[in-house]
């Protein structure tokens, strides 16, 4: 197997150029298990440990600019308060080795249904920025996934950053699995109240063919909220908004849980986390 190490961003897009079936290789979280237990032996591994532009964010305009190759123990302890919500997601990944050396960026290059950076980036409308040798391109994070393990990201293509806007108002990330820690979700979901625009992000993990956003509960939230003076909400509220997302995703049975498990939990986690937001939503309204 071919080891590419490019020491610079342009070496690397060349490289992925020069060999389209090689591997990006960053915290190798994925990547290292699919060579250990031998799914795959693919002809070259591009190594970007080196490209210290990955591992940069900043501001740009709006959004945050977050490099792919940002760990989740960094968005935890760099970027918690300012994106609340994939910090909330990112605390619930793994155990702190895998928090150490996971990334994002790696997290959307495989673009699984489970992962967990996924729900959160749905909720805030996150674009994930791809380039290659001929150029950059934007794709909202909703457009990004194709399949199980799937994205639009083209064979020469590498993952750069994501943009996401800095919460301007409460987040919320909850996941259900077999056990508290170190486990695949068996569903998962996120919530970001975006009050000055009056609008309601969702993120469904791990009970459709890839992560997706709940439009509908979505746009009956934003209707349904009192925005401007904000009163406890409502139990028919709650149920409607748990139904809708329920009735959003497309779950399987698998060996961590049924189709119907998997929509009864999502309700919950979804009426349980609109209340944590909403709470919060009405001791400090807005950013
Ligand atoms: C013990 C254990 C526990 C885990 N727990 C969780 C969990 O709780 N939640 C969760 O979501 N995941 C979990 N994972 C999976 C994994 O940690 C995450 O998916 C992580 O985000 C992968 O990041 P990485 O940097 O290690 O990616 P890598 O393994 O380096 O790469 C992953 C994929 O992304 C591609 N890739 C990486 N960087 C780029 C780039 N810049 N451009 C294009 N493609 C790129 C690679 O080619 C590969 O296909 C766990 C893994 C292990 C081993």
């Known amino acids: 197997m071919e080891f590419l190490r490019p020491a610079s961003w342009d070496e690397a897009l060349a490289a992925k150029a020069a060999h389209p079936d090689a591997v990006p290789i960053a915290g190798g979280t994925d990547v290292m298990v699919e060579l250990n237990f031998d799914r795959g032996r693919p002809a070259a591994l591009l190594d970007l440990t080196r490209i210290s532009t990955l591992t940069e964010w900043g501001s740009d305009g709006d959004h945050m600019r977050v490099g792919a190759g940002v760990t989740y123990q960094r968005i935890i302890t760099e970027l918690g308060s300012v994106l609340p919500g994939l910090a909330m997601a990112s605390r619930s990944v793994g155990s702190p080795q895998i928090r150490n050396r996971g990334t994002v960026g790696g997290n959307l290059g495989s673009a699984s249904p489970a992962g967990d950076a996924h729900p959160p980036l749905l909720a805030g409308d996150a674009i994930v920025e791809l380039a290659s040798v001929r150029g950059v391109r934007q794709v909202p994070v909703a457009d990004f996934f194709t399949g199980p393990k799937r994205s639009v990201a083209e064979p020469d293509e ?22 508290n820690a170190m486990v695949i979700s068996v569903c998962s979901f996120a919530i970001a109240l975006h009050p000055w625009q009056r609008k309601v992000g969702t993120g469904i993990g791990s009970a459709a063919p890839t992560p997706r956003r709940a439009f509908e509960a979505e746009e009956m939230l934003a209707v349904e909220l009192s925005w401007e003076r904000p009163v406890a909400l409502t139990e028919a509220v709650e149920r409607r908004f748990g139904d809708l997302v329920a009735a959003a995703a497309s779950p399987i049975d698998d060996v961590r849980g049924t189709a119907a498990y998997r929509r009864q939990a999502l309700s919950v986690l979804a009426r349980r986390t609109l209340r944590w937001a909403w709470d919060a939503y009405r001791t400090e309204p807005a950013r």
């Open 158 to 179: 590498l993952i750069s950053a994501f943009l996401l806007a800095p919460a301007s108002g409460p987040e919320q990330f909850s996941k259900v699995g077999t056990r």
